[in-house]
């Protein structure tokens, strides 16, 4: 089992940033690539980027590329998501992600999931 906690979510006005934690823990995290989702309200969930186990390769949907970055730091069991250059477009919920699968992450078949954190973004 791996649990998720995600933190760092927050009300931000249009074109400031954030950075958003999930604390990982139980079975070796290393060996989890981890991600993040989003779900704004009265719409689906939507990957938004995965981290390889290592941290060598990342994949991000195309609506946030060059404004989120994903990090991970394995020592210290955490994956980051900065996000700079928010748009109210960005309002969701975020949820970290985590499988042995990259692409499993990709593709939101993952087997763990956080609880979410509520990322607010004002005009």
């Known amino acids: 089992q791996v649990q998720l906690v995600e933190s760092g979510g927050g009300l931000v006005q249009a074109g400031g940033s954030l950075r958003l934690s999930c604390a990982a823990s139980g079975r070796t995290v290393s060996s989890y690539a981890m991600g993040w989702f989003r779900q704004a309200p009265g719409k689906e969930r939507e990957f938004v980027a995965v981290i390889s186990r290592t941290g060598g390769s990342t994949y991000y949907v195309g609506s946030v590329k060059g404004r989120f970055t994903i990090s991970r730091d394995n020592a210290k069991n955490t994956v980051s998501l900065e996000m700079n250059s928010l748009t109210p477009e960005d309002t969701a919920v975020y949820y970290c992600?985590?499988?042995?699968?990259?692409?499993?992450?990709?593709?939101?078949?993952?087997?763990?999931w956080g609880q979410g954190t509520q990322v607010t973004v004002s005009s």
């Open positions: 992600a985590a499988d042995l699968s990259f692409n499993s992450v990709v593709v939101g078949t993952n087997d763990y």
